[in-house]
């Protein structure tokens, strides 16, 4: 088993940033990969941004691109969601997802390939 606790979420006007930390423990050796997902009332769970635990390689939703940054640190078993410039739009609930495979282009994106989720932050962006 994997636990995963999410804080750093808030309230912040249009244009701030925030940051997002991810604290996993438990079986934590096998894990290859970690996500963010976010989800807005009434709309589904979407992809924010993925990190492979090994190489670092990172991938990101378009709508977040050049804006949020994904990050890690292995000794602590921690991974980051440095969000800036934020939009009304980033309203959302986040959650952080861990995988026991490789994370890719075509599969980073895919709830099912995260085998454990954390209880998720609520993130406000005011207009």
């Known amino acids: 088993q994997v636990q995963l606790v999410e804080s750093g979420g808030g309230l912040v006007q249009t244009g701030g940033s925030l940051r997002l930390s991810c604290a996993a423990s438990?079986?934590?050796?096998?894990?290859?990969?970690m996500g963010w997902f976010r989800q807005a009332p009434g709309k589904e769970r979407e992809f924010v941004a993925a990190?492979?635990?090994?190489?670092?390689?990172?991938y990101y939703a378009d709508s977040v691109k050049g804006r949020f940054t994904i990050s890690r640190d292995n000794a602590r078993n921690m991974v980051y969601l440095q969000m800036n410039s934020l939009k009304p739009e980033d309203t959302a609930v986040y959650y952080c997802?861990?995988?026991?495979?490789?994370?890719?282009?075509?599969?980073?994106?895919?709830?099912?390939?995260?085998?454990?989720w954390g209880q998720g932050t609520q993130v406000t962006v005011s207009s």
């Open positions: 438990g079986r934590t050796f096998g894990v290859r990969a």
């Open positions: 990190m492979g635990w090994s190489r670092g390689t990172t």
């Open positions: 997802g861990a995988r026991f495979t490789d994370v890719t282009g075509t599969t980073a994106h895919i709830m099912a390939r995260y085998n454990y």
